[in-house]
């Protein structure tokens, strides 16, 4: 017998169960998203190489060990797009849509990273990100936040809590390196090997280590807010009184770093306690220096993307309530001028009914195999067609839910009925 053969490891099949989850998931942001005016973009998967170096950063983890990187036929460096943002910045530049104007522009779709696969963690993982071109105060960056936090209530999340910090600018960054850096070195021994080696390549990283004894060292570490330009440190208060103003509340966490080197200024994450390791489920910022480093006019920008499997996982812990996507109706019709009915009534069906989802029931078989059929579909209703009902010109409805008897319906009146039941 031929071996079968596996998902690649890190890379999950969505399965039709599972389905309903990810498209209330989408269909509600979409919705969120459309209420504020945001216009969708779909860029390719795979971007050169260098797009990523160029935007992420050489000596980020996702460019030193995670990105799935090949050369193509022709001998050029391609990438799997690790996250979206790069790409949505060389679009735009590349049709010249950050030129003097403002662009709301949300993506979605599959990312990759060689991450070490565990819960909340995979390889091929799926964002829905959102960015902004062209502005740069700091109204936007509270709307952003406005709209992430009304998205976790229309979806019916309550755990989740927002973490604020300011970056300041890149100078600000360069100063407030060099004094950590030197701090830290004086205590070299008492940190653990990962941030060691972040010492000499990405020592800002060093903040969000998990390690508790790092964490302790950093108590007396000099403080990225004391090295914030006044500008930088203006634009967060207004941020943040725009928050108190609108009633989302907030945490600072000076030690908010991100893990892409495009960030400035503002950036955020929501995060929750109920996912394990794994609890960020949104993360973003500023990042006002990439377009003009990417080649573009120099054009703020900010934005942020949310990981589907996190805020998935999420809903299920959270045990929040699915839309019902059930069919509302499945046709049970047993002899060859049924079946044949059935198939031509649930057109007609269709056709004066829009909103009715109904299946047809294939194949043929008994009304008992074909019951137990409509049972499992978990359509709400059977509509039975046999011999008898065509001659009577009725059909039967049956609850497939409830304890009830069958009811006789005639064809004319059909609609109607179906339609009582939909909004019932
Ligand atoms: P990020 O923090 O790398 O930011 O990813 C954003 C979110 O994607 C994370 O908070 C998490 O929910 C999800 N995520 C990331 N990696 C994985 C993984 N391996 N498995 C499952 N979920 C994952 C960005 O990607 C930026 N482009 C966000 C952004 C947009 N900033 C500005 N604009």
Redesign the pocket.
């Known amino acids: 017998m031929a071996t079968t053969l596996q998902a690649v490891r890190g890379m999950n099949d969505i399965l039709p169960l599972q389905s309903p989850a990810w498209q209330h998931v989408e269909d509600t942001v979409r919705s969120v998203l459309g209420a504020y005016g945001f216009q969708e973009i779909r860029m390719p998967i795979v971007e050169k190489t260098e797009l990523f170096k160029r935007s992420i950063g050489e000596v980020t983890d996702i460019v030193e060990k995670e990105m799935y990187t090949f050369d193509d036929r022709n001998g050029d460096s391609l990438t799997l797009r690790p ?3 790069a790409g949505c910045v060389r679009a735009c530049i590349q049709h010249g849509l950050t030129y003097n104007q403002v662009q709301r522009l949300w993506y979605t779709g599959p990312m990759f ?1 060689h ?1 070490r696969p565990q819960k ?3 390889r091929q ?1 799926h ?1 829905i ?1 959102v ?1 902004v071109f062209g502005l740069d105060g700091p109204d936007i960056d509270a709307e952003l936040l406005m709209l992430t936090a009304r998205l976790w209530k229309q979806l019916g999340l309550s755990q989740v809590s927002l973490q604020l910090n300011s970056l300041g600018t890149r100078s600000d960054r360069v100063r407030f390196r060099g004094a950590l850096v030197d701090y830290l070195q004086q205590h070299r021994d008492q940190l653990d090997d990962d941030s060691k080696r972040r010492l000499q390549s990405n020592p800002l990283r060093i903040l969000d280590s998990k390690n508790s004894q790092t964490q302790a060292l950093l108590k007396a570490a000099p403080k990225l807010s004391e090295y914030i330009d006044a500008e930088s440190k203006a634009h967060f208060e207004q941020l943040l009184s725009l928050l108190d103003a609108a009633g989302i509340t907030y945490s600072v966490n000076p030690n908010l770093v ?3 080197d495009y960030y400035g200024r503002t950036v955020f ?1 929501w995060v929750t306690d109920q996912l394990g390791a ?1 609890g ?6 500023r ?1 006002d220096v990439l377009i003009e480093q990417l080649g573009g006019r120099a054009t703020a920008a900010v ?5 589907l ?2 805020l998935i996982a999420l809903l299920e812990s959270e045990q929040v309530n699915l839309p019902d996507n059930a069919p509302h109706v499945y046709i049970v019709a047993v002899g060859e001028q049924a079946q044949h009915r059935g198939l031509l009534l649930s057109e007609q069906l269709r056709d004066s009914v829009p909103a009715l989802r109904i299946v047809t029931h294939c194949g043929g078989g008994s009304f008992k195999s074909q019951f137990k059929k409509a049972d499992r579909s978990g359509a709400h209703f059977a509509l039975v067609l046999g011999d008898e009902e065509l001659e009577q010109g009725r059909v039967g409805l049956k609850s497939l839910r409830q304890q009830k008897d069958q009811e006789m319906v005639e064809f004319a009146a059909l609609p109607n009925r179906l339609i009582e039941i939909i909004n019932n």
């Open positions: 996250e979206g943002t990273r991450e909340g963690r995979y993982f964002q990100g960015e991100r893990g892409l994450e794994q960020t489920v949104c993360a973003g910022g990042y934005g942020f993307a949310m990981g499997e996190r």
